[in-house]
């Protein structure tokens, strides 16, 4: 009888050789298990989040949220958009086995601010409709049918 090859760790493997494992870093979202989030900043600008934030919201499976992190992550280094961040591998299980990236804006009454930071998502090619999501929403915890202020 053939013996049975297993994968990964077992009992007799160290503990912390295990949670490195398990909770392993990468660059990429779609694998990084050591952290919730990976952000990029604009480097003309200081972003906070306040009553009057808010973010366009981009959903992706896994295989696909590398690639749409990269070109957001390109945007806002140029200074086309202010502030993002993604959610990795860690956090995925609270969207259904997606992942979220957040395009942030820094006044949710301001519409030719939105509407200028959705144009330039259209231009890298999220052309589905978008949900945008203020961050007093956020704080006070409006999910669901609600959660968005505004799609477009």
């Known amino acids: 009888m053939a013996e049975k090859q297993t994968t990964g760790f077992n009992h007799n493997d160290d503990i912390d050789e295990f949670l490195a494992y398990l909770y392993r870093p990468s660059p990429k979202p779609s694998l990084d298990r050591s952290q919730f989030w990976h952000s990029v900043v604009n480097p003309n600008e200081v972003f906070f989040s306040t009553e ?56 949710w009454t301001d519409l030719d601010e939105l509407m200028e930071a959705r144009d330039v998502l259209r231009e890298l ?28």
């Open 52 to 107: 009057h934030s808010g973010k366009w919201c981009i959903f992706r499976g896994p295989a696909e949220i590398d690639d749409a992190w990269d070109k957001i992550v390109e945007s806002v280094k140029a200074g086309r958009l202010s502030h993002a961040k993604v959610s990795t591998a860690l956090g995925r299980a609270m969207y259904g086995d997606r992942q979220v990236i957040c395009v942030y804006t820094q006044n």
């Open 125 to 152: 090619g999220f052309t589905e409709q978008l949900g945008y999501k203020r961050d007093i929403d956020t704080k006070n915890r409006v999910y669901g049918e609600n959660e968005f202020y505004l799609h477009a």
